[in-house]
């Protein structure tokens, strides 16, 4: 990689905040209310995953896909929806993860872009509630795009938005999803969790990310 890094487009969901116990929560109720059992190993399954299909992965798990109509599986997703918004209320400018802040100041004082990839309908709501929506020069959510992670559309229209080629970012991702669709898009991948594969690197957690480590990787 020969050109400069000039931006980093940052997952929203467990690289920002961590709602993935939000969303665990908010299945386990809809998927206990019509008999199936939901555990958080499952819901690694369901990170960087679009509601619909995170519900229909949920009813594939127990052979249900066919016993719902359309207007069931809506009504569904509505209602984990409902009660997942209402676990956003607990969310304050507190619940930003680790290192995630200084990074941002890091990088705007290199002149470096932030932008948001995020396929939650919800991602505006959250980055208010943490009183980050003035960080990022530009968001993509679900309105945005037409294709879930793992398809790299989320992430070439960040690029897009930034005005910077995919070669001249890094993406953060904590899913598996997220990390491919990082890769399909040609940019430079960073995995933070653990289990996750393909990733140009990994850390721990978000504390572990820093700008120097990032333009390093950049630049191999
Ligand atoms: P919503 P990300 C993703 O956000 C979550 O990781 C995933 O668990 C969730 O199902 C998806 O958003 C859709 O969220 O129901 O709020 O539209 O990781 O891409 O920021
Ligand atoms: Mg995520």
Redo the contacts with the bound molecule.
Sequence with gaps: MTTALKGVVF?????ITD??HY?YLAWKKTAESIGIEFDEAFNEN??????I??LLLILKKDGRENDFTQEQIEAL?AD??EF?VSLLKEITPADVLPGIKELIVALKKQNLKCA????????RTVLSALEMEQEFDYIVD?AKITKS?PDPE?FVEACRGLNLDTSEVVGI???QA?IEAINAAGIVSVGVGSGLRDADMTVKNTGLLDLRILEILHSK
């Design positions: 997952d929203l969901d467990g690289v709602t993935a969303h369901l990170k960087g995953v679009s509601r299909d995170s997703a984990k929806n997942y948001i990839a995020s396929v939650s309908k919800n991602a679900a992670k989320i991702e904590d899913a997220g």
